[in-house]
């Protein structure tokens, strides 16, 4: 037997889960934190920013429905895995011949597309593989190795936007085949080039160890509709209450999002490495506390994970709208690493608790289409009325008064969660678990 085969008998992830993931982070940690940055440096104002952010919100989840529901349908998750990566991740080296902010939001539009394929049906597959009892410290662990993944891969990212005289000696050193490698592009955009190179490559290797994990068998499920949106939508039940809670909530988190690289190109000239940074922080922090939040949903519950991590929020907008240092920026970040460490993974974990076996992938990829729904209207929204404030309040105003904004409504939506049912018990509370972890402070204190 195999190290894989016996990880998956024990109910835990295989370590080749762990690499694959790790890979596909990587290459998405090299260039997600700076798309906002490159369309600045191209010109777009806020209501095209706004729409660039939409697409990357509703484009990788339009056809995730379809996407989920084929893999239940056939019973295989992997080949869409497999063409996910390898399509969507070597469509970033695209992004360089871009000409306009319209180009680059129709390619962003297709890369999101082609990327959204295996963000169902990796779920699918990784769930299919993990006992009930270790659901939330296994994706506590597997998210912890990607943070780590997407945190180097940002920093390496940062470094080389640093030194810009790489690529011209790469280009040198290899002569004639330099120029064929790497074409030249416009010179303000030479810093992004080799980042969007080797995400290209990278998503080549990750694809191809994606074709090594050995997928657990599984119920098929020829009987379920492809897409199953209104069904899953239309049932009264947990799923259906869980979409209702969130639509608040994404709806107010989505609209400060076009508005948070603005703050730090243009408000506090920050450096691409900066920005890296900032990134690099949250992801840390998120990996911090990613494993000891993954081990207590499993102890108290998700409900109370995902009210923490939605209810602490609202301050990232708060502080980028007061901002006037970069250290600022690093403690909203380390904020929103320390509330996406809460919530995501608990998130994740509810959908599996609540979705039949055969019809995870459905269910996961019908929640990210509806909230990428909600969030194509907050972004959208928001841009659009940041960029008819200009004329009134000017920039600085237009920009504070909708981060504001989305502040106030965050902490309103998040009370939502409140309404969401556990489908089990669980051995213990938060209130307990608080006051476990007091009591051993005290007696630790005074001895």
């Known amino acids: 037997m195999s190290d894989t085969e016996g990880e998956q008998k024990n109910g835990r992830l295989p370590s080749r889960v762990y690499l694959v993931g790790s890979l596909t982070q990587f290459a998405q940690g090299l260039y997600a934190p700076f798309l906002s940055a490159y369309l600045i440096d191209m010109g777009a104002n806020y209501a095209e920013l706004s729409a660039f952010r939409s697409t990357g919100n509703f484009a990788p989840t339009v056809l995730q429905p379809l996407w989920g529901a084929g893999s ?21 080296f695209l992004f360089l011949w871009a000409e306009t902010p319209m180009d680059m939001i129709i390619l962003y539009a297709i890369q999101s597309v082609l990327l959204s394929i295996q963000i169902p049906t990796w779920l699918s597959l990784i769930g299919g593989m993990m006992d009930e009892k270790y659901r939330g410290e296994e994706l506590g662990k597997l998210s912890v190795a990607t943070n780590i993944a997407s945190l180097s891969a ?59 994990i050995k997928e657990p068998p599984r119920n098929n499920g020829d009987q379920h509709e492809v897409p199953p949106f209104y069904k899953l939508l239309s049932q009264p039940g947990d799923f259906r209450k869980l979409c209702g809670v969130a639509t608040f909530f994404s709806f107010a988190m989505s609209m400060a999002w076009p508005y948070f690289t603005v703050v730090q190109r243009v408000w506090l000239n920050n450096t691409l490495f900066e920005i890296g940074l900032a990134s690099a922080i949250m992801a840390v922090t998120t990996v911090i506390f990613t494993g000891p939040m993954g081990r207590l949903s499993d102890r108290v519950g998700r409900k109370p994970l995902i009210l923490l991590g939605r209810g602490t929020l609202f301050i990232v907008p708060i502080i980028y709208a007061f901002a006037t240092t ?13 509330s996406i460490a809460g919530a995501f993974n608990a998130l994740v974990a509810y959908i ?15 929640y990210s289409t509806f909230t990428g729904i909600i969030f194509l209207g907050g972004s959208l929204l928001s841009g659009f009325l940041g ?3 200009v004329p009134i309040v000017g920039d600085h105003g237009a920009v504070f008064a909708m981060l504001l904004l989305s502040g106030i409504l965050r902490f309103f939506a998040a009370f939502m969660f409140i309404f969401l ?9 938060m209130r307990a678990e608080i006051l476990a972890k007091l009591g051993r402070r005290i007696r630790d204190d005074t001895v």
Not at 176 to 200: M, Q
């Open 154 to 212: 940002t920093l390496l990212s940062g470094f080389i936007a640093g030194v810009p005289a790489i690529l011209p000696f790469l280009r040198s050193s290899l002569g004639d085949l330099g120029l064929i490698i790497f074409p030249s592009v416009e010179a303000w955009k030479e810093i992004y080039y080799i980042p969007f190179y080797i995400t290209a490559f990278v998503g080549i290797i990750a694809s191809l160890l994606a074709s090594t």
């Open 421 to 429: 049912h556990e489908p089990r018990q669980y051995a213990s509370t």
């Open 72 to 92: 239940d349908k056939i019973g295989r998750t992997k080949p869409f895995v497999i063409f996910g990566i390898l399509t969507g991740l070597f469509t970033v």
């Open 326 to 338: 970069t250290v600022m920026i690093y403690i909203a970040n380390a904020i929103a690493g320390f």
């Open 352 to 366: 599996y608790d609540i979705a039949p076996e055969e019809e995870r992938g459905s269910y996961i990829s019908v």
């Open 387 to 389: 960029q008819m404030m």
